[in-house]
């Protein structure tokens, strides 16, 4: 009996004792935490690990730690301040945004370009946009175009494209101020001029094909134009210390039939001319003469005594995209733009770039010595030629399929649709403009 007695009087000082250890436990655990933060423990130095330091210096105390940019991210950056964007080198990609204007109450669209109001149903080359892959192209800001042409003339010289760019500029414009025509003459509306009273820019467009001296082929003469590739076209000339900025235009009249005059009787040779005594050239050195003429028209004739600076750029060869001869029923069926490697820049388009590109490159060196004067490639011939999908097509009258008259439908090729591809031509001219500003600002020590 005792010795049970006893046995559970141990068990219950064990229960006891255990009950007791962690109320004990957490009683000590302040107290050592109050020791240890009032009287720490000094190891030994050696025995502490070792962190590196980072050291700052004083002129960068209040900032933070500077990382090396990554390639791309510094590429972005230069491309951005410093080094020229090459427009050229991009592709076509979906754009949910749309066109920049409302093609049907824009009033200065020609109608053989007003594709949505003669029919066309196939909307969705309205929906791509321009991607350049080493830098961003904005979105046209009329607002911001206006800020830069306040007070100032700008003029579109050349062929039906010079005015197939002017009139989607007006388009894209006319969206925040309405143009007033203030001049016009011409068969077709070949000369004509407006106005934009809320920021006092004229704009104007001058029908000169060649930009050379020229005289055009007719039904009711030769069948072929004749050039002289000496002297530029005065109709647009005289009025050159009134422009503030110019585009010129030309390629495909260089294509027909012609016969070229280095002097008022000097006969150079021609293009495509059979029954004519004359030697057959081609037309790639008739271009080249052609424009190295008007550059150097341009340079000598800056009038010294004008403050204002003149841009000049030169719009490159816009390709065609007939599929089969452009009179034998050729058309552009295709309704999507071509991908990068589907399309290569070659042959004639490419033999035109490259002259028109040399030949810029050549009246900048020139430029320079003169002052006052930036002449700049506005080159959009890639671009235009990965969209076969831009043009009119049949679109170049109303109805085509209702009112055809015949098996033959004629499709246009080479214009663009407006809205259209050609409106990112404005985009490109803007974007250059404005980095041009940012260039006069900084150096301004704005």
């Given at each position: 009996m005792?010795?049970?007695?006893?046995?559970?009087?141990?068990?219950?000082?064990t229960?006891f004792?255990?009950?007791?250890?962690?109320w004990?436990f957490y009683?000590?655990?302040p107290?050592?935490f109050?020791?240890?933060?009032?009287h720490?423990?000094?190891?030994?130095?050696?025995?502490?690990?070792?962190?590196?330091?980072?050291?700052?210096?004083?002129?960068?105390?209040?900032?933070?730690?500077?990382?090396s940019p990554?390639?791309?991210?510094?590429?972005?950056?230069?491309?951005?301040?410093?080094?020229?964007?090459?427009?050229?080198?991009?592709?076509?990609?979906?754009?949910?945004?749309?066109?920049l204007?409302?093609?049907?109450?824009?009033?200065?669209?020609?109608?053989?370009?007003?594709?949505?109001?003669?029919?066309r149903?196939d909307?969705?080359?309205?929906?791509?946009?321009?991607?350049?892959?080493?830098?961003s192209?904005?979105?046209?800001?009329?607002?911001?175009?206006?800020?830069?042409?306040?007070?100032?003339?700008?003029a579109?010289?050349?062929?039906?494209?010079?005015?197939?760019?002017?009139?989607?500029?007006?388009?894209?414009?006319?969206?925040v101020s309405?143009p007033?025509?203030?001049?016009?003459?011409g068969?077709?509306?070949?000369?004509?001029?407006?106005?934009?009273?809320t920021?006092?820019?004229?704009?104007?467009?001058?029908?000169?094909?060649?930009?050379?001296d020229?005289?055009?082929?007719?039904?009711?003469?030769?069948?072929?134009?004749?050039?002289?590739?000496?002297?530029?076209?005065?109709?647009?000339?005289?009025?050159?210390?009134?422009?503030?900025?110019?585009?010129?235009?030309?390629?495909h009249?260089?294509?027909?039939?012609a016969?070229?005059?280095?002097?008022?009787?000097?006969?150079?040779?021609?293009?495509?001319?059979?029954?004519?005594?004359?030697?057959?050239?081609?037309?790639?050195d008739?271009?080249?003469?052609?424009?190295?003429?008007?550059?150097?028209?341009?340079?000598?004739?800056?009038?010294?005594t004008?403050?204002?600076?003149?841009?000049?750029?030169?719009?490159?060869?816009?390709?065609?995209?007939?599929?089969?001869?452009w009179?034998?029923?050729?058309?552009?069926?295709?309704?999507?733009?071509?991908?990068?490697?589907?399309?290569?820049?070659?042959?004639?388009?490419?033999e035109i770039?490259?002259?028109?590109?040399?030949?810029?490159?050549?009246?900048?060196?020139?430029?320079?010595q003169?002052?006052?004067?930036?002449?700049?490639?506005?080159d959009?011939t890639k671009?235009s030629?990965?969209?076969?999908?831009?043009?009119?097509?049949?679109?170049?009258?109303?109805?085509?399929?209702?009112?055809?008259?015949?098996?033959?439908?004629?499709?246009?090729?080479?214009?663009w649709?407006?809205?259209?591809p050609?409106?990112?031509w404005?985009?490109?001219?803007?974007?250059?403009?404005?980095?041009?500003?940012?260039?006069?600002?900084?150096?301004?020590?704005f």
């Amino acid at each position: 009996m005792g010795f049970i007695t006893n046995l559970l009087k141990e068990q219950r000082h064990t229960l006891f004792l255990r009950k007791l250890l962690p109320w004990t436990f957490y009683a000590l655990l302040p107290i050592a935490f109050f020791r240890l933060y009032f009287h720490p423990i000094h190891l030994p130095e050696s025995s502490i690990p070792q962190i590196p330091q980072i050291i700052v210096s004083s002129s960068s105390s209040l900032s933070p730690p500077r990382f090396s940019p990554s390639p791309v991210l510094e590429e972005e950056v230069n491309a951005v301040n410093e080094t020229p964007c090459d427009y050229t080198d991009g592709k076509w990609v979906p754009d949910k945004l749309g066109p920049l204007y409302n093609g049907s109450t824009c009033s200065t669209i020609k109608e053989a370009q007003n594709c949505i109001a003669h029919g066309r149903s196939d909307l969705s080359y309205l929906y791509w946009r321009w991607k350049p892959h080493k830098c961003s192209l904005s979105r046209f800001d009329p607002d911001k175009f206006f800020h830069l042409t306040t007070n100032k003339h700008i003029a579109f010289i050349g062929d039906s494209m010079a005015r197939n760019q002017l009139e989607s500029l007006l388009c894209i414009l006319s969206s925040v101020s309405t143009p007033q025509l203030v001049y016009r003459d011409g068969e077709d509306n070949k000369f004509r001029r407006w106005n934009f009273p809320t920021h006092n820019l004229t704009v104007s467009v001058y029908w000169s094909p060649f930009l050379v001296d020229g005289i055009e082929k007719s039904n009711t003469g030769p069948n072929h134009n004749k050039l002289f590739l000496h002297r530029v076209n005065e109709r647009w000339a005289v009025d050159l210390d009134d422009f503030h900025l110019v585009v010129f235009s030309i390629g495909h009249w260089y294509l027909h039939p012609a016969v070229y005059y280095e002097g008022d009787e000097l006969v150079m040779g021609c293009h495509y001319c059979p029954g004519l005594n004359h030697t057959e050239i081609g037309f790639y050195d008739a271009l080249r003469k052609a424009l190295r003429t008007t550059f150097q028209t341009v340079i000598d004739r800056r009038n010294p005594t004008n403050s204002d600076e003149i841009d000049i750029f030169l719009a490159t060869f816009s390709p065609s995209h007939f599929e089969g001869e452009w009179d034998k029923a050729g058309a552009c069926p295709r309704t999507k733009p071509y991908k990068e490697n589907e399309k290569k820049l070659e042959g004639m388009d490419a033999e035109i770039r490259g002259i028109e590109m040399e030949e810029v490159e050549e009246a900048k060196s020139r430029a320079k010595q003169s002052g006052g004067l930036r002449i700049e490639a506005l080159d959009v011939t890639k671009l235009s030629m990965l969209r076969p999908d831009g043009h009119p097509g049949p679109y170049m009258i109303a109805s085509p399929f209702a009112n055809r008259i015949g098996d033959r439908i004629q499709n246009d090729c080479v214009h663009w649709c407006l809205p259209g591809p050609v409106d990112t031509w404005n985009e490109i001219l803007l974007q250059i403009m404005n980095n041009w500003e940012r260039q006069s600002s900084r150096g301004r020590g704005f």
